[in-house]
């Protein structure tokens, strides 16, 4: 059964995905953080720079389990690519502002 997710999360998946910087960066908050490796990027211009160090790298990411409320989604998911250390499970909390991202925890 596929799980069902807020759109946000929906297009910031497909966006990461795609290595599409821009539709990436439509999905967050003008004042969005991301924390993602022991590292914080705070505001759309240090998201995309964090997203563009990446870009090199094919993956898919298959949605495991979610925990889903108005405002937060909880996901663990599966991300098999040609990245070093492919297959990773990775746990993503999203907290969702007006229909955008407003911060992502990726450990």
Same mark, same amino acid.
């Given at each position: 059964m !596929?799980i069902?997710? $807020?759109a $946000?999360?929906t297009?910031?998946?497909?966006a =990461?995905e795609q290595? =599409?910087?821009d539709?990436?960066? %439509?999905?967050? @908050?003008k004042?969005?953080?991301?924390? =993602? =490796?022991?590292? &914080?990027? &705070?505001?759309?211009e240090?998201i995309?720079?964090?997203?563009? %160090? @990446?870009?090199?790298? %094919? *993956?898919v990411? &298959? !949605?495991?389990?979610?925990?889903? @409320?108005?405002?937060?989604?909880r996901?663990h ?5 040609? *990245? $070093?250390?492919? !297959?990773? &499970?990775?746990d993503? @909390? *999203? ?5 955008k991202?407003?911060?992502l925890?990726?450990?």
């Open positions: !596929p069902k997710l $807020p $946000p999360v297009l910031y998946l497909a =990461d290595n =599409d910087l539709k990436l960066s %439509r999905c967050f @908050t004042n969005a953080r991301v924390q =993602d =490796d022991h590292r &914080e990027y &705070e505001g759309l240090a995309k720079s964090w997203k563009a %160090r @990446t870009t090199q790298y %094919r *993956f990411t &298959e !949605p495991l389990r979610a925990a889903v @409320t108005e405002k937060n989604v996901l998911a599966r991300r098999t690519g040609d *990245f $070093p250390g492919s !297959p990773a &499970e990775l993503y @909390t *999203f907290v969702l502002t007006d229909g991202i407003a911060s925890d990726i450990r």
